[in-house]
């Protein structure tokens, strides 16, 4: 390419043949160019290799290679390209579109290409390789996890009792001292008088119990409070204080047929209404009926 843009310049620049033939090949298109430089006809011709070596050190000539690259391009980008790749990014950015030649695609192709693909290449490696490791742990997390949750259903049909609580909020009240389940316990097997628990007003046999009694035993007034469970009336008054729900959870079913029943099953099934209150039942749940007839309420004919 020197000789032949050497030829060229001989041709077009008339001065030239006899100081390119005293000067080496390597340095006559720069000494060429300085003189092209002032020469109105050198641009418009020789171009190719008197304008490669100057532009390189004078910015104005990059305009000249845009117009000139549609020709000339094969020639220049093989050394602007290493050159000007970090410096004149934004100067250097006008060639691409004029770069249709083979020749300046392939290099920056070729130098661009490499580092892309390896970063991607261990880019990917590293996720690739991660998620392959992960699989085996997440395994063993997933089957860990429902052995963990297949646990504790098993732990919770066998006692529903001691996992209830941690199901729901508790409602749960402070108790009075002396007022423990252990104490009402106690209660129940050494009471006072043998009418302590049943109440005052109710003869030591079991009776019974219109709708209208039990109404009667609403807990309000100085009386006592009664309940039904499965059809058998019991005095709540003297466990009133003992119930860990509260005095006012169990005076909502005093004096209630229905309502008492529905609100224990609803809050605590489990509790055996009939051990802890067995000693506090009064009597059995009849129609209005049944008792009409007879004075008062004739607790003997139950048994
Ligand atoms: C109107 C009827 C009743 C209502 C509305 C009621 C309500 C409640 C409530 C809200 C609690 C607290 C539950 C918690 O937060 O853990 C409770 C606890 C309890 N109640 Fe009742 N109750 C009623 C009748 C009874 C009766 C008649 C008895 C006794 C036979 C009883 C025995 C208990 C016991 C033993 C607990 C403690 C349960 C536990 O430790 O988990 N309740 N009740």
């Given at each position: 390419y020197r000789n032949q843009s050497t030829?060229?310049?001989?041709?077009?620049?008339?001065?030239?043949?006899?100081?390119?033939?005293?000067?080496s090949p390597i340095a006559e298109p720069e000494r060429n160019d300085e003189g092209a430089r002032n020469r109105p006809e050198i641009p418009k011709v020789t171009l190719d290799g008197g304008e490669n070596e100057k532009n390189t050190t004078a910015g104005g000539f990059q305009k000249d290679r845009q117009a000139t690259n549609a020709i000339t391009?094969?020639?220049?980008?093989?050394?602007?390209?290493?050159?000007?790749?970090s410096p004149p990014s934004p100067n250097y950015a006008m060639?691409?579109?004029?770069?249709?030649s083979s020749n300046a695609k392939r290099k920056p192709e070729t130098t661009l290409i490499?580092?892309?693909p390896n970063r991607s290449s261990t880019l990917r490696a590293a996720p690739t390789l991660s998620t392959t490791l992960r699989p085996p742990p997440s395994i063993a997390s997933s089957l860990r996890a429902p052995r963990s949750r297949s646990l504790a259903p098993s732990t919770s049909s066998l006692s529903t009792s001691t996992l209830s609580p941690s199901t729901r909020p508790s409602k749960k009240v402070l108790l009075d001292p002396g007022h423990s389940p252990l104490d009402w316990a106690h209660l129940t097997t050494n009471p006072p008088t043998p009418t302590f628990l049943r109440g005052a007003d109710v003869p030591p046999q079991l009776i019974r119990v219109p709708p209208s009694a039990l109404n009667w035993h609403n807990g309000r007034k100085g009386r006592d409070a009664w309940g039904v469970w499965q059809g058998k009336v019991y005095n709540l008054t003297p466990y009133?204080?003992?119930?860990?729900?509260?005095?006012?959870?169990?005076?909502?079913?005093?004096?209630?047929?229905?309502?008492?029943?529905?609100?224990f099953n609803e809050v605590h099934p489990w509790v055996s209404w009939e051990n802890m209150l067995g000693e506090?039942?009064?009597g059995i749940l009849v129609s209005e009926n049944e008792v009409t007839g007879k004075e008062g309420n004739d607790l003997e004919e139950i048994d």
């Open positions: 030829r060229l310049s001989a041709r077009t620049g008339k001065q030239d043949p006899g100081k390119t033939g005293a000067r391009c094969d020639t220049k980008p093989k050394p602007s390209i290493p050159l000007g790749m060639p691409p579109p004029p770069r249709p490499p580092p892309p009133m204080k003992f119930h860990p729900g509260g005095v006012g959870e169990l005076m909502r079913g005093a004096g209630k047929v229905g309502d008492g029943e529905r609100l506090c039942l009064v």
